[in-house]
């Protein structure tokens, strides 16, 4: 009981005390932060715990890459020789401007700016140069080699308005005759995502220079040696602050030895040269056309150790148009079409008819299969129309009457050929022998020659079996017609093969019937010329023939350039009493297009040391067109005094 005033209060005695809503809330707030402050600093403590003690090394080394540029040191490539040691392909130092785009940061429109006018070079050549590089971020992409050297060094005095920009020197490839070779050398360039992703564990990066054709891309890896580095300290401007850090140097590739005679193979190119433009002043009986010698290869081969004395395709290519990377436009050049092609090398690529070139298969073939000999007769009107062919008639070259198998080579008679073409369709599916298509493979032929060079062609041997593969989605082609075998028989139809297939084959007829596989290595050496390796003579296939047969068709070969034969023009004035050749004409013909033009022969014939073969496609007669190629070679081969001009043969 409470007294006040006079007045008596009972208190209720459910009442007790309560703070009001604002300092109940205040309370609420600060228990809130307090929490909120303890989870932060646990998840402070935590972060700093995790980047300090388990990603310390690596943040180390994060740190260290925004202070410190490792840059490369490109390997030299080994050198290139010819077979006696002569330098085809070397290496120099250029003065050279590359970038390294992460470097420049939020400045790189400036900088493509300013080296666009010190290069007077586009900015988007430049920019191009940067994006399509397949390279990491912290490598330098090439701008430009050969730069003046005053170029350099501004560059170095000016460096704060080049971040990410180096002048230097880098070895690059340095090619004395421009032209020789070209399509034996081969040229280099950047690594694409496809050879990255096969060569990805023989230590090849993104950015990397490559061989892309000929025995640069062959041997890449005995060419290209070993990358070193240096590291340098730059500031946030990456500019170099102090001295190296560290320094690997480089290791050069292997010098490559080629079987390739640099004299003979500048007397080859020149040949071809000469008779490309001899063919294109020649007036195409079947048009009011010259003909248009669109290309041409030719080849030199060692028939007893597969070397490969020279290798020529023309048109050709400036090997220096490479060195530092191809413009843009020198490139469309090289693959326009209305330019022929020149980056082909035709000697291992044009898949061509042989046209009578092959006739010593067919040969060997019929008497290996006892359906002729070297003297069985036939009779030549011109035209052939025997079985089948009433309807259908197929024409000879010429007419040569009465001829034995002999002179059905000599002569290049298509009668004789069309005749035993004829007799191997009739014992089709009778299990009497080998077929035609059967000899031809043997004779090496519709297969790689497995030559150390990318992009060879296989050529094609057809046989009803692949007519029918080939036709499968046009069942009325399928159909093996006695035209297919007989077209065969003279090189002609669906048959195709590749100039050196066919220095191969006659390689094997020297030979005795061994094939000794073709090859461009002769040895790897060291910097100082000591030989690591040499290449060994592989022995592909060695056929089990009749090496009289085999002596009868060598004999009328050598009738083709003596005594009347279809080269015989040509050789008119050669030396043959004391260097026998025997060789063989041929002229092939495919729908739309001029006639190819093919000459092969090897010399001496009682100890051959030369095959060479020639083609000029659309380029004419065998006779006319190649075969005074062949004996401007064989003079150079032999060392004997060229002649003046000249006389082409008439005739298949």
């Not at 690059?172 to 995502?193: D, K, Q, W």
């Not at 073939?365 to 259908?392: P, Q, R, W």
């Not at 299990?431 to 050529?459: A, P």
């Not at 017609?481 to 084959?505: C, E, F, K, R, W």
Request: include cysteine; proline fraction near 5%.
């Amino acid at each position: 009981m409470i007294k006040r005033a006079g007045l008596r209060i009972k208190p209720d005695e459910t009442t007790y005390y309560k703070p009001d809503a604002a300092q109940e809330n205040l309370q609420k707030r600060i228990a809130f932060l307090g929490i909120f402050i303890l989870v932060a600093f646990a998840v402070l403590f935590t972060r700093l715990w995790f980047m300090q003690i388990v990603s310390g090394d690596e943040y180390k080394k994060k740190a260290e890459g925004n202070r410190i540029r490792e840059i490369s040191i490109e390997a030299p490539r080994g050198r290139i020789l010819d077979r006696n040691g002569r330098v085809l392909v070397k290496n120099r130092n250029a003065l050279t401007i590359a970038i390294v785009p992460a470097e420049l940061k939020d400045q790189k429109e400036e900088v493509i700016g300013r080296l666009s006018r010190l290069l007077s070079m586009g900015e988007k050549e430049i920019a191009y140069k940067i994006e399509k590089s397949q390279a990491p971020n912290r490598r330098a992409v090439q701008v430009k080699s050969d730069v003046g050297e005053e170029i350099v060094t501004y560059v170095r005095e000016h460096q704060r308005e080049f971040p990410g920009v180096i002048a230097g020197t880098t070895p690059v490839r340095e090619y004395p005759y421009s032209f020789l070779a070209s399509h034996v050398v081969g040229y280099l360039g950047e690594i694409n995502p496809q050879m990255l992703k096969e060569k990805a564990d023989k230590g090849y990066v993104a950015g990397d220079e490559i061989g892309l054709s000929g025995v640069e891309s062959t041997y890449d890896e005995e060419l290209r040696g070993v990358d070193g580095n240096y590291r340098l300290e730059v500031d946030a401007q990456g500019n170099k602050v102090g001295d190296e850090i560290s320094r690997k140097e480089a290791r050069a590739g292997y010098n490559l030895e080629l079987t390739v005679d640099q004299d003979v193979q500048a007397l080859v190119e020149d040949a071809l040269k000469t008779g490309v433009a001899n063919a294109r002043g020649r007036q195409d009986p079947e048009s009011p056309k010259t003909y248009q010698a669109t290309g041409a290869s030719a080849v030199v081969m060692d028939p007893k150790t597969g070397e490969i004395i020279a290798m020529a395709s023309y048109p050709t290519f400036n090997l220096n148009d490479f060195v530092g990377g191809i413009k843009e436009k020198t490139w469309k050049g090289l693959n326009n079409p209305k330019n022929n092609y020149p980056l082909n090398n035709r000697a291992i690529m044009s898949e061509l008819p042989p046209g009578s070139v092959f006739k010593v298969v067919t040969a060997m073939a019929a008497m290996e299969e006892h359906l002729y000999n070297i003297n069985s007769t036939f009779y030549c009107s011109h035209v052939y129309t025997a079985g089948a062919f009433k309807d259908y008639p197929k024409y000879c070259w010429s007419t040569h009457h009465g001829v034995n198998l002999f002179q059905g080579i000599v002569h290049s008679c298509d009668i004789v050929f069309y005749e035993i073409g004829n007799n191997f369709y009739g014992r089709q599916g009778t299990n009497t022998g080998k077929t035609l298509w059967e000899y031809t493979r043997e004779w090496q032929l519709g297969k790689k020659t497995g030559i150390d060079l990318v992009s060879e062609m296989d050529g094609r041997v057809p046989s009803p079996q692949w007519k029918k593969e080939f036709n499968k989605d046009n069942p009325e082609y399928q159909v093996w017609y006695p035209g297919d075998t007989v077209n065969m028989a003279i090189g002609q139809g669906d048959i195709l093969s590749t100039p050196l297939q066919i220095a191969y084959l006659y390689s094997g007829l020297a030979n005795g019937g061994k094939f000794v596989r073709p090859h461009l290595i002769k040895s790897f050496q060291g910097v100082e010329g000591e030989v690591v390796r040499n290449a060994e003579p592989e022995v592909a296939a060695e056929l089990d023939c009749d090496q009289a047969n085999l002596n009868f068709v060598i004999q009328a070969l050598t009738g083709v350039v003596q005594g009347g034969g279809t080269a015989a023009a040509t050789f008119e004035d050669f030396p043959l009493a004391q260097i026998p050749v025997a060789g063989k004409t041929g002229t092939s013909e495919i729908a739309g297009k001029q006639p190819t033009a093919w000459f092969v022969c090897f010399a001496p014939v009682n100890d051959p040391k030369y095959v060479v073969t020639v083609a000029i496609e659309e380029g004419g007669h065998g006779g006319e067109s190649a075969a005074p190629v062949a004996r401007r070679i064989l003079e150079g081969l032999f060392g004997l005094p060229a002649q003046g001009e000249i006389r082409p043969s008439v005739g298949d």
